[in-house]
């Protein structure tokens, strides 16, 4: 099952909210490049269905979190499939439609200069990270406070946000910190050439 099969599958059987087909079917529209978008520009999944991967990525780092015993147990942390599969399938839709394709010039392995295809942020609606996700959601769907917190904060501490309203938004919404968390596992280790390469 390909990533964009597999983030259908988790949207459709989780996501019922009153809009969320009408945001499925933009991100499937000619109108949206979700899902054939690179994650970043040079760095995590930097490849066309970077970010569709990254977002089933993020999902199962974010339930196999929220699942374990130490979460529920001595945390007492319980949210619906719902409410998971919004915030960690829907985190970077920042970034539909930002990156374009173009090109670098690196040096190989001789030191002689390659032209490598790579691909250019231009940002036609620069409206922040998070919150740039929150508000495309909203424009479909409603969210909850919470919900809506843990997409605004998911950057967590490597954010320019200041990092008391980090922690305060941490403290008051645990999803928050969850989802960061998930955030940064997929980022540092689940797409990581060396912990790829080690498996």
């Known amino acids: 099952m390909t990533s964009a099969e597999k983030f259908i599958k988790i949207y459709k059987d989780n996501i019922k909210r009153e809009g969320a087909d009408k945001l499925l079917e933009y991100l499937l529209s000619p109108q949206s490049d979700f899902f054939t978008a690179p ?3 040079r760095f995590h999944l930097s490849e066309v269905g970077g970010l569709v991967t990254h977002s089933v990525n993020v999902y199962e780092a974010l339930k196999g979190y929220l699942d374990s015993k130490r979460a529920k147990e ?7 499939d719902e409410s998971i599969a919004i915030v960690s399938l829907l985190h970077d839709l920042c970034k539909v439609n930002v990156y374009k394709k173009g090109f670098r010039n690196v040096k190989d392995e001789k030191g002689a200069w390659q032209r490598v295809d790579s691909f250019e942020y231009d940002d036609k609606l620069p409206y922040g990270h998070g919150e740039k996700s929150v508000y495309i959601i909203t424009g479909y769907m409603k969210l909850t406070r919470e919900e809506a917190f843990a997409i605004r904060y998911h950057m967590g501490y490597s954010s320019t946000e200041d ?4 922690s305060a938004a941490f403290e008051m919404f645990p999803l928050a910190f969850a989802l960061s968390t ?8 689940i797409e990581s050439d060396k912990y790829k390469s080690a498996k």
């Open 39 to 41: 994650a970043s520009a």
């Open 74 to 80: 001595t945390y007492g942390f319980d949210y619906s």
């Open 163 to 166: 990092e008391r309203n980090v």
């Open 182 to 189: 998930a955030d940064s596992e997929a980022t540092y280790y």
